[in-house]
């Protein structure tokens, strides 16, 4: 049966609206009654207490912010009532509070393809992949015929993954796109890919095969376009003919869990989302980090205010001093454009019940469960450890989902309580907060944590998510690979020429 409200912590001062409380209703919280002083809207907080102007407003067990104005006991508390402590560029102490994970090892597997570089794939796919935006129509154009030649049998998908880069750009930028592009290449969910190029782009072809290292040459081609007499398309044609041929004699082979990279997003989030899902997603990070798995958290400016969490559970004094540049060289690039640094939450999170940037970092990072750092990559940076890993990425939906999949991640596990329907270019797993978005947009989301507000427990929906984990990752397609929902972002921070 749904409770009216949930006080997450013992030290909280708010606590959570499960469905709305009306103006007059009376709650029972820790032997005292409340009566709510105004409506209070499904996931938005209720005052437990009085606050003054600046006393601090605690959930999670920790300060989300201060009030701006007087708060009675009762009242709805919002974006309007409270305002961030957040400010500048901090300096950081490692204090570590390493917590080792009490997780038997249960030895599963699941079905993926073998690459010769010894790398695991959850899908056999083929690939097209621009070197410079000015081919997009080449590359759609390709996969389009394709598709219709083959009927889309013998492979999991032909997809083109058209982008505006690889031209007219300088430094950093130049550079992002390069590794993107570089990493999508060499994923292991694409069992074959034909790169095209134009010629006089920035993004030069014959650089960028050199850039890619060790690659297999049966399953990765090149075409340029400019250097063609005739019909490109024919050309294209015939070289994804041959990756055809190759990749739809793959079979699925078991193989240990400890393969398994998985990233960890949210997006669209509300009040639901530290409750539900996102300790969902916690707790199934640990779990597959104690087999021997993966997780990449990233959204840095989704970290701010719960950093010093991050920080303290990096294994070395060298990840805490990585930790600390990734979050203070994303807080010296919003200061470079002058930025305000803790400019979020967006209009939908704030509709959704979360107030401050602090709320939302508490909800955000529960996605990465306990479990020690054991890695902090670079934007464009591959995984090298198994374990937990942090990524260098901004919070936008696609950029970061670009991100994860590029660092390796087989799939994305996407929370949200306000529904989105995109794709990135890996499986993007929806999993919703809250039961009523579940019910309304079937199309989107995949899976349903708003369940733990009914009376499901937690050990019994991580049991649940594992084994729709395991499907998925043996090939069972999530909703934006049956709507062919897929796309990627590169981040970008410089001039255009």
Known sequence: MTTQYLKINPADNVAVAIAELPEGETIQVDGQTITVKQTVPAGHKVALTSFAVNDHVVKYG???????????????????????????????????????????????????????????????????????????????????????????????????????????????????????????????????????????????????????????????????????????????????????????????????????????????????????????????????????????????????????????????????????????????????????????????NKAGGISTLEEKSLGCTQKCGAAVVHDVLKYGDRIKTNGLNLLSAPGNDLVASTALGAAGCHMVLFTTGRGTPFGSFVPTMKISTNSTLAANKPLWIDFNAGVLLEGVSMDELKERFIEYILKVANGEKVNTEKKNFREISIFKTGVTL
């Open 62 to 348: 920790f300060s989300i912010g201060h009030a701006i104005v007087a708060i009675e006991a009762g009242e709805w508390v919002n974006e309007k009532k409270i305002k961030t402590n957040l400010e500048g560029v901090l300096d950081y102490e490692y204090q570590p509070k390493l917590v080792q994970l009490d997780i038997p090892n249960r030895n599963l597997t699941f079905k993926g393809y073998k690459r010769k570089n010894g790398e695991v794939g959850i899908r056999n796919e083929i690939w097209i992949i621009p070197t410079v935006g000015c081919v997009n129509g080449i590359i759609n154009q390709l996969a389009e015929d394709l598709r219709s030649e083959t009927g889309g049998n013998g492979v999991d998908a032909i997809v083109a993954f058209p982008h505006n880069y690889g031209c007219s750009q300088l430094g950093d930028d130049h550079e992002n796109t390069r590794k993107i592009l570089r990493d999508m290449v060499l994923h292991p969910n694409a069992g074959g890919v034909l790169v095209v190029g134009l010629g006089c782009e920035n993004n030069q072809p014959a650089a960028f095969r050199e850039f890619l290292g060790d690659y297999d040459t049966e399953r990765v081609l090149f075409m340029e376009t400019q250097k063609i007499a005739g019909d490109e398309l024919e050309e294209g044609m015939k070289l994804l003919r041959q990756l055809y041929d190759k990749v739809s004699e793959d079979v699925r082979e078991d193989v240990p869990l400890s393969s398994l990279r998985v990233g960890l997003k949210c997006g669209g989030s509300d009040g639901f989302s530290g409750i539900t899902a996102n300790p969902l997603l916690g707790v199934f990070s640990d779990f597959l980090v104690a087999q021997g798995g993966t997780t990449v958290l990233t959204e840095v400016p989704e970290m701010f205010g719960a950093e010093t969490i991050l920080m303290n559970r990096c294994g070395t004094p060298e990840l805490f001093d990585k930790t600390v540049h990734l979050v203070n060289d994303f807080k010296e690039y919003f200061i470079k454009n002058n930025q305000p640094v803790y400019e979020n939450p967006s209009p939908g």
